[in-house]
């Protein structure tokens, strides 16, 4: 069986150690290069130093030498590294898994650019759940379409950066565009103060940010006499690790364009 050739960026985050045992864990996969910031700790050391499991890969902190010859970058850190990474990645014909979240709109279009020479898999969450789960609202919005109120709440762990998740956008985005509406126009991101009432066609987001919450989700349908709730909770980052596998794998015999999980996951049509 041959190989995919995978590195990965962010190596000793959170995620980046999440996808180095599944990796390692996957028969068809083997760890190409480990990449992390300039600077860390873990730079030098072995990538799976931080499980006892040897990989034999040093993290590196320069983009050349961690990428080796690896056929595709799984890239979960914050978007100015992605971004530097993709170009490097479009320069060099190396595919990418792009995991992290909180670009702007910039960020996006340089993404869909790369995707033109080079296959990308970019999706705010891996997880099979949640993306059927997104399958599930745009059904339910549709069916919801007057006389209920649209709320989706989030909550993760302390550490997270960006507001509202990237799932949570992606929610809304897709519940938007069930419902004809344009996200950018009808979002509410939280509320103080005299809001006045609510405007029925607004799409209100809520955040929570606590303790080692790895991610839950609610979107809330509120009607006049009954409510409807959609639920995802995480309880681990495998969901998310084995997601991105999938996508590796997705576009290892692709030479160019830009795909999310849905395609990965066959959900769409
Ligand atoms: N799509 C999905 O399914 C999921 C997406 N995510 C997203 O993935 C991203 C990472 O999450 P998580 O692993 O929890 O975060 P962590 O903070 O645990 O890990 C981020 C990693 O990226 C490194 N890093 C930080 N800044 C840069 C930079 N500018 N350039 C290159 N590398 C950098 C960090 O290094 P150092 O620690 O030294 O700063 C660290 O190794 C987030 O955007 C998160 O929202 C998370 C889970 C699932
Ligand atoms: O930062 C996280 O942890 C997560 N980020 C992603 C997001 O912003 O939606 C996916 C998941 O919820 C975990």
Do not use: W
């Not at 970058?73 to 990645?89: N, Q, S």
């Amino acid at each position: 069986m041959t190989q995919l050739k995978i590195a990965v960026a962010g190596a000793s985050g959170r995620m980046g150690r999440m996808l180095i045992e599944a990796i390692a864990a996957a028969p068809d996969a083997v760890l190409a290069g480990a990449l992390d910031v300039a600077g860390s700790p873990f730079v030098g050391q072995d990538a799976g130093a931080f499980s006892g499991q040897l990989t034999g890969v040093t993290i590196e902190s320069d983009l050349a030498r961690a990428l080796g010859d690896a056929d595709c970058l799984i890239d979960f850190t914050r978007p100015e590294g992605t971004l530097a990474h993709l170009a490097f990645c479009a320069a060099n014909n190396v595919k990418i898994v792009i995991g992290t979240t909180g670009f702007d709109d910039a960020g996006k279009a340089a993404i869909a650019a790369a995707a033109e020479s080079i296959a990308v898999v970019f999706a705010p969450n891996m997880s099979v759940g949640v993306n059927v789960t997104l399958k599930l609202l745009e059904m339910a919005a549709k069916s919801f379409n007057e006389g209920y109120d649209i709320e989706i709440i989030e909550a993760h762990h302390r550490h997270k950066v960006d507001a509202p998740s990237g799932t949570a956008l992606k929610m809304g985005e897709v519940i938007a565009g069930a419902l004809g509406r344009d996200l950018k126009q009808c979002a509410v991101y939280g509320r103080e103060g005299v809001t006045g009432e609510r405007d029925p066609s607004t799409i209100g987001f809520a955040t929570v940010r606590g303790g080692d919450i790895v991610g839950d989700h609610t979107v809330l349908f509120a009607g006049t006499g009954e409510r409807i709730e959609i639920t995802h909770k995480s309880s681990s980052r495998v969901t998310y690790a084995h997601g991105a596998l999938r996508g590796a794998r997705f576009i290892a015999d692709k030479a160019s364009g830009l795909y999310d999980m849905q395609d990965v996951l066959s959900l769409k049509g």
